[in-house]
């Protein structure tokens, strides 16, 4: 953009200044973008831990610089539609729409080059633990189940914020969901697909994440502990008890 009339050029650090305003605008203000960040920096932990050629990593860069350039294009359309239009337009619902369809796109993008990427060397080095708990009882499924759901109540309680199924610390619909994610992964049997569908239950266990937040019952701090409560706790009990 050009600068008005009078005024000279903004300096090379002004222009930077700007543009990390505009990203912290949005990780402020963005629920989306917080935790598209939040992924962005466990994925590139776990592309760390898993040593993944520089090829690689290179295409997880993309990916992950995709998703939030879209996420932020995203919002600045929200944006200036916001501003052009003081009431219901179908034509601003539309680039609205377009805007989030595009966010959608790179997501599913992000998630094909993380599966087709990690899926080699993490079933690869979870294989032997995993064939070791598979032959676990069911019944450990639903004593961690029950136990998370007993877990988030008392805290909960302790806390006094929220009800059982509504609010509160920790989120017992994340808890819930991921004790069903790292349950439903120690139980499948062996096979060449355990990977991809351990994948597609925990993608099922973020939407559920998403939910609760885009729903505003609950901050990412409490969705990110009963998640995080809910795998702990079904992780310890099968091994301590499938052992």
Do not use: C
Request: net charge neutral; glycine share 6%.
């Amino acid at each position: 953009m050009s600068p008005a009339p009078g005024r000279r050029p903004p300096s090379l650090i002004e222009s930077f200044n700007v543009a990390f305003a505009g990203i912290i605008h949005v990780l402020r203000t963005q629920r989306n973008m917080r935790l598209h960040f939040l992924i962005a920096v466990a994925v590139l932990i776990a592309a760390l831990w898993f040593d993944v050629s520089k090829m690689e990593l290179i295409v997880l860069l993309l990916a992950i610089a995709f998703v939030l350039i879209t996420e932020m294009v995203n919002t600045a359309v929200e944006a200036a539609v916001d501003i052009a239009s003081t009431s219901f337009d179908p034509m601003a619902k539309l680039a609205k729409d377009i805007a989030a369809g595009a966010v959608l796109i790179a997501a599913v993008n992000a998630v094909a080059v993380g599966y087709l990427v990690f899926s080699g060397s993490v079933a690869d080095r979870s294989n032997r633990f995993l064939d070791r708990l598979s032959n676990a009882p069911a019944e450990l499924t639903v004593v961690a189940l029950v136990l998370v759901v007993v877990l988030v109540i008392s805290m909960k309680a302790l806390s006094g914020r929220g009800t059982p199924l509504r609010g509160g610390w920790p989120s017992g619909h994340a808890a819930v969901a991921f004790a069903g994610w790292m349950a439903v992964t120690l139980v499948l049997e062996g096979s060449e697909h355990r990977f991809l569908a351990s994948s597609i239950v925990f993608i099922v266990a973020l939407l559920v994440i998403q939910t609760r937040l885009e729903a505003g019952v609950h901050t990412t701090l409490e969705v990110i502990t009963g998640a995080t409560l809910g795998a702990t706790v079904t992780l310890a009990i099968f091994q301590i008890f499938a052992a």
